[in-house]
C-alpha cells in the first residue's frame, strides 16, 4: 500500500513541477504579498528566510493539503477524514524511509570521518524522525472516529508546519554538506602527496610495500567519500528544488544558512516561555478538541484525559529541554571559535615558514588540512546552534517534534 500511494504522489508533484515553476503552482491571491517579495519568490534565488514562504506557495504537497481542506473543510464525514489521514501518513513515512535511507549511504560511504558530515548525517536522521513522528501522529489520529472539521483543520496546520520544517533542516544539510566538500578535496590533495612521499622512500628502501598499500586505500577511501558526498549534496538540491518550486533539473543559486543570531538566545525564558507552547501547541488543541467529542464517562474519554494530562507535561520538559540544548550547542560554538583561532595562528605561521622556505609541501597540506577542518567545525558548530534556536522558536509557535 505505501508503494501504491508513494507513486501517487510522486506522480502528483510530477504533474505540478512540470508546470512553470515560481509562476504556475502560486495559489494565494496576488495580494497575499507586496510587489517586491513576490519578486524575491520568483527569482532564481533560494534564501533561507523565505522558505516558508516557497513552501506556501509552490510546494506540491502544501498545495494540494491545502486544497483538500478547502475542499472538504464543510464535510463532517468521519470515514473520508480518517481514510484522507491514512493515505497522508503512509506518504509521510515513505519520505522517513527515503530520508533514513540518505542518511545510512551516507553513514555506509565512510563520510561520517569528515568534518562536519556527521551532522549531515545527523540533520537527514533528524528530518526522518520529525516526519515519521508526524506520520505516527496522523495514523493516531485516524485511528481514532472524533475527528470534526476543526481538528482536521489542526491537524493540516501541524502537518503544513512540519513541511516547512523539513525544508528548513534539509537547506541546512545541503550547506554544511557543500560546505565539506572542499575539506575532502584538502583532504584527497593531502593523501595523494601522502602516498607519492611514500613512494619515493619505497623506492630508497625507507618505506615498505605495506606502508603504500595503507597509503593507497586511504586515499581511494577518501576518494569514495567524496564520490558518495557528492551524491548526497546533489540528492539534497533536487529535493529542496522540489520543495519550494522548483523542477528537480532546475539550478538555482543556493544561498548560505544565515549564522546562528545569538541575540534571540536572550529572550528566551523556558519558565514563562512553556505556558506560550502549551496555548499553541496544535497536536494539543487537537487531543482537546476531541476530549470535547467523546462520550462522558467512556473509557475512551478516560484515556484521552490520561493522554492530554501526559502530553502537557512532555510539552513543559520540552521546552527546557530544547532551551537547554541552545545553551549546550552555544558553548559548542564558543569553543569552536576558540579553536579556530588558535589554528588560524598556526595557518599563519606556516603562511610565513613557507615563504622563507622553512616547511615542505606536505606538512603545509597538513597545516591547510587541520585549518580547514577547524573551519567547517565553525560552520557545523554555528549551524547547529542555528537550528536549535529555530526549533525552540517552533515549539513556541505551536509545532513539537
Not at 519578486?39 to 513552501?55: F, I
Not at 464543510?74 to 540518505?102: F, T
Request: hydrophobic residues 35%; charged residues 25%.
Amino acid at each position: 500500500m505505501r508503494q501504491y500511494k508513494t507513486i501517487m504522489a510522486l506522480t502528483a508533484a510530477a504533474v505540478l513541477t512540470a508546470l512553470n515553476p515560481l509562476t504556475a503552482l502560486a495559489d494565494n491571491p496576488a495580494f497575499a504579498h507586496d510587489e517586491a517579495t513576490w519578486a524575491r519568490l520568483r527569482d532564481n534565488v533560494m534564501e533561507y528566510d523565505e522558505l516558508s514562504m516557497l513552501v506556501e506557495e509552490y510546494n506540491p504537497t502544501y498545495l494540494n493539503n491545502q486544497a483538500t481542506y478547502r475542499d472538504n473543510r464543510n464535510r463532517d464525514n468521519a470515514k473520508e477524514i480518517r481514510d484522507k489521514k491514512y493515505e497522508s501518513a503512509y506518504d509521510a513515512y515513505d519520505a522517513a524511509d527515503d530520508l533514513r535511507s540518505q542518511a545510512e549511504d551516507l553513514k555506509d560511504s565512510g563520510a561520517l570521518m569528515m568534518p562536519g558530515l556527521a551532522s549531515a548525517y545527523s540533520g537527514l536522521l533528524t528530518a526522518a524522525l520529525m516526519t515519521e513522528t508526524s506520520a505516527l501522529q496522523t495514523e493516531q489520529a485516524a485511528d481514532a472516529s472524533y475527528e470534526d472539521s476543526e481538528m482536521e483543520k489542526l491537524n493540516y496546520q501541524n502537518t503544513q508546519n512540519g513541511v516547512i520544517v523539513q525544508t528548513q533542516g534539509l537547506f541546512a544539510s545541503y550547506n554544511l554538506t557543500r560546505k565539506s566538500v572542499g575539506v575532502i578535496e584538502k583532504n584527497i590533495e593531502l593523501a595523494q602527496a601522502s602516498y607519492n612521499a611514500l613512494e619515493r622512500q619505497v623506492q630508497l628502501g625507507m618505506a615498505t610495500q605495506t606502508d603504500l598499500l595503507n597509503s593507497l586505500k586511504s586515499l581511494q577511501s577518501i576518494q569514495s567519500t567524496y564520490t558518495q558526498t557528492q551524491a548526497t549534496l546533489e540528492s539534497l538540491r533536487q529535493q529542496l528544488c522540489l520543495m519550494t518550486g522548483w523542477q528537480y533539473s532546475d539550478q538555482p543559486e543556493i544561498q548560505d544558512l544565515p549564522k546562528a543570531d545569538v541575540s534571540r538566545i536572550a529572550s528566551m525564558n523556558p519558565d514563562t516561555d512553556a505556558q506560550t507552547a502549551l496555548d499553541n501547541n496544535l497536536s494539543l488543541k487537537y487531543n482537546r478538541r476531541a476530549l470535547t467529542n467523546m462520550a462522558e464517562g467512556s473509557s475512551d474519554k478516560k484515556n484521552m484525559e490520561r493522554t492530554i494530562k501526559n502530553q502537557e507535561e512532555t510539552i513543559k520538559a520540552g521546552i527546557r529541554n530544547l532551551y537547554n540544548d541552545v545553551l549546550q550547542k552555544q558553548i559548542v560554538l564558543q569553543l569552536s571559535e576558540s579553536a579556530l583561532a588558535s589554528e588560524t595562528a598556526s595557518m599563519n605561521a606556516a603562511n610565513t615558514k613557507r615563504q622563507l622556505g622553512m616547511v615542505g609541501n606536505l606538512e603545509y597540506l597538513q597545516a591547510e588540512s587541520s585549518f580547514a577542518g577547524k573551519q567547517i567545525d565553525l560552520e557545523t558548530a554555528d549551524m547547529n546552534l542555528q537550528q536549535a534556536i529555530e526549533t525552540y522558536e517552533w515549539a513556541l509557535k505551536g509545532y513539537m517534534n
